[in-house]
C-alpha cells in the first residue's frame, strides 16, 4: 500500500524535482520507504530528503511511497529492461512474488507491448506507472477500486494516487483516470485507449433457487481471493444484509473475522447491530461517538476525500472512524460490501426510476451506476482507510461477481415499482447461508443515517447559520484556502 506520483515535464526539463515535491504531499498513504526513478536509474531512500539532494535528471519520472502493510511489500521503484516501474494496490488472488514484480515479470523485455496484458487478465484493485525514455505508460483496474488521477499544465503532465499531489503543481483541472484504460503520457498530453472495462452483459434467464446458489458461490470464491493472505480482518458491519454476507463469507473462509461498528451515541442501529452480530457469533467492536467528534473530525476528513460533497463528507466520516478502530484491532485488512446496492438494487431511488421508466432503464441506470463507482464511492473509502494504514477490499467488486449480477432479470433483484425490501437474489443468498431472517430481510438504510452523521452535520450547520452544504464548503476552504470550491 502507499502513493504514486509520476510527471512528465513538457518543456524538457528535470522532472525529478516534481515527483519529490509530489510525493511530499503523499507520505500520509506512505512512509516506511520512498523512491523517485528515471527511464534508466531508480533510488530508494528510508526519507523523501535523502531522495531530493540525489543528482538525478531526467524530463519523465515517476516515485513512490511505500505502506508496508504485508511481507512481501516491496520498495519501489524498481527496474525493468529499459524502463521502470511503480505500482499501487492489490492482486487477486495473491500473487507469490510482490506485486510489482509480479507485473514486472508481465512486461518482460517490452512493456509498451504487454502493458495491455496486465490489465486484461490481472484482476485485483491496483494502479501502476512506468517510465521509458520520453513518456510515461500508466494504467488502472476495471473497476478503479484504487484511486488515480490525472491532470496537465502548461509545463507538466502528471498522475498521482491523490488529486492533492497535483493540485500543488498548481494543476487545477484534475480527472479521475478512467478504470480499465491506459494511457500514454508524454509532451504533448494524455492518450487513452479502453483495454479492459465494465460491460452490460447479456440477460441469462434462470429461476431463483439456481441464481441465489450460483451468486453464493461466486462471492465466497471473491472473498477467498480477498483474503488468501491474511489470517485476521475486519469487517465494515452494520448488521444490514451486506456486511453480514460479507461477514459470514470470511467466516467461512476460516480467518479470524472481527466485526467494527460506529455510530453516534442512542442511534437505535448501534442497537441492532449488536443484535446482529450476536446472531451471526462473530465479535463486535462497536465504537461511538458524539456531534463534538463529528465537528473535529470533518476537516481531516474533507482534506482525505479532497470533495466539498455533503453525501460523501457525511459517508467518509463513519467509515473514517471504522478504519481507525481497525487499524486499532491490529486488523490491516478491512472488507466491506460497497458494490451491493449497485448490482442488486438497493437504492430507494431505483424503484422512482421503475415507476417512471419501466424495467429497461433501471437496469441500464444501475449498469451505469455500477461503471461510475469508482468516482461515487471506491476513491472516497479508499482514502479515509488509507490514512488508517488499513487496506479496503470488496468482495461484491469482483470479475465473475459483477459480470454474473449485472447479466441477471430485474425481476430477480427488484419485484416491482413497490418493492420495498429489493435486492431478492441477494437476500435469498443470505438465508442459503444460514443468516437470520431479521437480517436478511432488513431494509436498506444508508450510512450516513443510521449513524447519525447527516443528522449531527445538520445541527452543526445550523448552530452556524449555515445550510450544510454551505457548512461543508466553509470547512473545505479551511484545509484548501487557495482552492476554488468546486460547483
Known amino acids: 500500500m502507499g502513493a504514486i506520483a509520476a510527471a512528465v515535464n513538457r518543456k524538457g526539463e528535470n522532472a525529478v524535482p516534481t515527483v519529490v515535491a509530489m ?26 530528503e535523502e531522495i531530493a539532494i540525489q543528482n538525478i535528471s531526467s524530463s519523465v519520472a515517476l516515485g513512490h511511497n511505500l505502506s508496508r502493510i504485508l511481507p512481501r511489500d516491496q520498495t519501489q521503484p524498481v527496474q525493468g529492461d529499459d524502463f521502470t516501474l511503480v505500482f499501487e494496490g492489490r492482486l487477486f488472488p495473491a500473487p507469490n512474488l510482490s506485486e510489482v514484480n509480479e507485473i514486472g515479470e508481465k512486461l518482460g523485455s517490452n512493456p509498451q507491448r504487454n502493458v495491455n496484458h496486465v490489465i486484461e487478465k490481472l484482476e485485483g484493485a491496483y494502479a501502476f506507472a512506468i517510465a521509458v525514455p520520453n513518456k510515461i505508460i500508466a494504467g488502472r483496474d476495471m473497476f478503479g477500486t484504487n484511486p488515480f488521477y490525472y491532470g496537465e499544465n502548461n509545463r507538466t503532465c502528471a498522475v498521482a494516487s ?13 480527472k479521475s483516470f478512467p478504470p480499465g484504460h491506459v494511457a500514454v503520457v508524454n509532451a504533448h498530453g494524455f492518450s487513452f485507449k479502453p483495454i479492459k472495462t465494465i460491460a452490460q452483459p447479456p440477460q441469462e434467464e434462470m429461476d431463483m433457487k439456481t ?40 467466516k467461512n473462509c476460516g480467518i479470524n473475522v472481527q466485526l467494527v461498528s460506529v455510530g453516534l451515541e442512542n442511534q437505535p442501529e448501534v442497537e441492532f447491530a449488536k443484535t446482529a ?52 484491532l491490529g486488523c490491516n485488512v478491512l472488507l466491506a460490501g460497497q458494490g451491493g446496492d449497485e448490482l442488486f438494487g438497493g437504492y430507494q431511488r431505483y424503484l422512482r426510476d421503475y415507476a417512471q421508466f419501466g424495467v429497461e432503464a433501471v437496469q441500464n441506470i444501475m449498469y451505469r451506476d455500477v461503471a461510475k463507482s469508482y468516482e461515487s464511492n471506491f476513491q472516497r473509502d479508499n482514502q479515509v482507510c488509507s490514512f488508517h494504514k488499513v487496506e479496503l477490499r470488496l468482495p461484491f467488486v ?69 445550510t450544510l452544504r454551505e457548512y461543508i464548503e466553509k470547512n473545505f476552504k479551511k484545509v484548501y484556502p487557495t482552492l476554488e470550491v468546486p460547483r
Not at 491523490?162 to 484534475?174: F, S
Request: hydrophobic residues 45%; proline residues 4%.
Open 23 to 48: 510525493l511530499k504531499e503523499l507520505t500520509h498513504r506512505g512512509f516506511d520507504a520512498h523512491g523517485v526513478a528515471t527511464p534508466n536509474s531508480a533510488i530508494t531512500a528510508k526519507s523523501i
Open 162 to 174: 491523490e488529486r492533492k499531489a497535483l493540485w500543488t503543481l498548481g494543476i487545477r483541472n484534475v
Open 211 to 250: 441464481a441465489a446458489q450460483r451468486l453464493q458461490n461466486l462471492l465466497l470464491e471473491s472473498t477467498r481471493k480477498k483474503v488468501s493472505d491474511t489470517k485476521k480482518v475486519a469487517v465494515a458491519f452494520s448488521g444490514g444484509l451486506d456486511s453480514s454476507v460479507i461477514a459470514v463469507l470470511a
Open 277 to 328: 452480530a450476536e446472531a451471526l457469533g462473530l465479535p463486535l467492536h462497536l465504537q461511538t461517538y458524539t456531534m463534538s467528534d463529528v465537528e473535529q473530525v470533518l476537516p481531516k476528513v474533507l482534506w482525505l476525500i479532497e470533495e466539498p460533497n455533503t453525501v460523501k463528507a457525511s459517508i467518509a466520516i463513519p467509515f473514517y472512524w471504522t478504519a481507525e478502530n481497525a487499524s486499532k
Open 398 to 466: 469482483d470479475r465473475d461477481v459483477v459480470h454474473f449480477s449485472l447479466g441477471l432479470p430485474l425481476s430477480l433483484k427488484i419485484e416491482s415499482a413497490e418493492d420495498r425490501l429489493r435486492k431478492k437474489v441477494l437476500r435469498e443468498a443470505a438465508q442459503n447461508l444460514s443468516i437470520p431472517l431479521f437480517i436478511a430481510n432488513k431494509t436498506k438504510k444508508a450510512v450516513q443515517y443510521t449513524t447519525g452523521v447527516n443528522k449531527a452535520l445538520q445541527r452543526l450547520a445550523k448552530r452556524k447559520g449555515l
